[in-house]
């Protein structure tokens, strides 16, 4: 599992660290790290042009210290000091000791550059790039060579992920320690480029519960439901799906495609979508409604596709439906057209759990903020949605988050998925997966990270042949993705 730390946590753990170590231990070891892998994007050292960007801050010590061991082994090394009278001393005399240069004309050395280091800014940046150095990223961006940024890409902001001014986007960024937000979440994300990590011995100063961690392979392994000897359908899960309309019975389809494929052992589709569903899935329960009346489940999955008009299950409207299903007793997952209006005291109420899954405009509907708020602070967003609501919250887009309405508990992200999937009925595909996992017992935050994980897999899957897929072909690659997750965690 990959986990991410803010910047205090990080400081007071380099501290407690450094208290234990020889001076310049940290900074020579990060250092080390970080020359490896720009040899490494080099592929040949000897004689390579390398531009190093140097702020004031421990960053700009780091690149350095790097470009130190660079020019011993045979590179041509130009820095280009942002701040001189605030450059980081050691690094410095360790620099021009090993033949590195401070380059008189910056726009000259970056033009002809192999590769940039982005020592500009370190973890505690805030607002974008200063005006000084805008025209020295834009050259950067401009020229043939690889940008790695140090620690993390300089104009993001480290604790949230957001951007508020122009950045150096970097093609990998090296960070130390462990990941932070910005590596994480978009928008930040976005601007890193491939991300390796370095150990440099924090782990034993770093708290056992971060605010942020990815799942990967194994972690998603161990929380798949598997049925044991004793297991029917029914101990296995039932998942009820309340889902499209007379106008959009494609919903309903989808929603099922995925609820059918996410581990539970059957699912009961309630709607006017009965006779799509059916031709489609002989083995799904189907019934017109109400919720009600359609048999036990252990999960309810309710919002997508089903419009806003009086034409729903049973006679009664939308809004209606979505009420009765959140009085059951079991686990509901609310997507889509359910969320319209939703009101945060009845799901604050309710005494099972339930969960979210809202793409930016639906959150920023349920917020009452414009759009483009919440796509620049997708963190802050999850979060207060969670706390809201009282709910887990899956906020979908180029990084899915999922928030469990306890903030001491981690924000899961998603590091799977595709521009692919911005597709329609991609979600429906999704919300029916994550509520067929609900149905089998996992819990809100585990349902929602898993549905994303194996949802991006499985589109990812797909992506490789680099021709537009479908949100039906998603639902039908998910056993793919599901048996390619338990072979590579055996």
């Not at 150990?199 to 929380?223: C, K, N, T, Y």
């Not at 389809?253 to 002989?282: E, H």
């Not at 999922?402 to 595909?429: E, K």
Request: hydrophobic share 45%.
């Amino acid at each position: 599992m990959r986990t991410a730390h803010h910047v205090e946590t990080v400081r007071n753990a380099e501290a407690a660290l450094m208290a234990r170590l020889p001076a310049g231990e940290l900074m020579r070891r990060a250092a080390t790290g970080l020359a490896a892998a720009c040899a490494d994007l080099l592929g040949r050292v000897y004689g390579a042009r390398v531009v190093l960007l140097v702020g004031s801050g421990d960053n700009g010590g780091d690149a350095l210290y790097a470009g130190a061991r660079l020019a011993r082994r045979g590179a041509g090394v130009s820095a280009v000091l942002l701040a001189p009278d605030r450059t980081h001393p050691g690094g410095l005399r360790a620099f021009t000791g090993a033949g590195g240069r401070i380059a008189e004309d910056p726009f000259e050395v970056l033009a002809a550059a192999d590769l940039v280091l982005d020592g500009i800014t370190g973890i505690g940046g805030r607002g974008g790039l200063r005006a000084d150095a805008v025209p020295l990223a834009r050259a950067a961006r401009g020229s043939n060579a690889v940008v790695v940024a140090v620690d993390l890409p300089s104009g993001v902001e480290s604790d949230s992920g957001e951007v508020r001014g122009e950045v150096l986007r970097a093609d990998a960024t090296v960070t130390f320690g462990t990941y932070k937000p910005a590596l994480l979440i978009d928008p930040a994300h976005e601007q890193a480029g491939t991300v390796r990590l370095v150990d440099i011995g924090l782990g034993p100063h770093l708290p056992s519960v971060p605010p942020l961690e990815a799942l990967q392979h194994p972690d998603v392994a161990r929380l798949l439901p598997v049925p044991v000897g004793e297991s029917d359908k029914y101990r296995r899960g039932v998942v009820g799906v309340v889902a499209g309309s007379a106008r959009y019975p494609g919903a309903a389809v989808l929603a099922v495609a995925g609820a059918l494929r996410g581990g539970a052992g059957a699912v009961r589709y309630v709607g006017r979508g009965t006779d799509a569903v059916i031709a489609r899935f002989p083995e799904a329960l189907v019934h017109e409604g109400p919720p009600t009346r359609a048999g036990r489940v252990q999960a309810w999955v309710v919002g997508p596709g089903i419009g806003d008009d009086s034409d729903r299950t049973g006679g009664t409207g939308s809004t209606d439906v979505v009420h009765e299903v959140l009085d059951a007793d079991v686990p509901v997952l609310v997507d889509a057209d359910g969320l319209r209006a939703l009101d945060p005291a009845v799901v604050r109420d309710r005494g099972a759990p339930t969960l979210l899954t809202p793409h930016a405009g639906e959150a920023a509907a349920m917020l009452g903020v414009p759009r483009g708020r919440v796509e620049a602070a997708r963190l802050a967003s999850v979060r207060e949605l969670a706390a809201r609501f009282g709910a887990t919250v899956l906020l979908k887009g180029s990084t899915t988050l999922v928030a469990d309405p306890d903030p001491g508990r981690p924000v899961r992200v998603n590091p799977m998925g595709t521009p692919w999937l911005a597709t329609a009925g991609s979600g429906d595909v999704l919300s029916g997966l994550a509520g067929s996992l609900l149905a089998a017992g996992l819990g809100p935050l585990d349902a929602g990270a898993v549905a994303a994980y194996l949802h991006g897999l499985a589109a990812r899957g797909l992506a490789v042949r680099g021709v537009p897929l479908t949100a039906f072909e998603v639902a039908e690659a998910l056993p793919v993705a599901w048996s390619h997750v338990v072979a590579a965690s055996a």
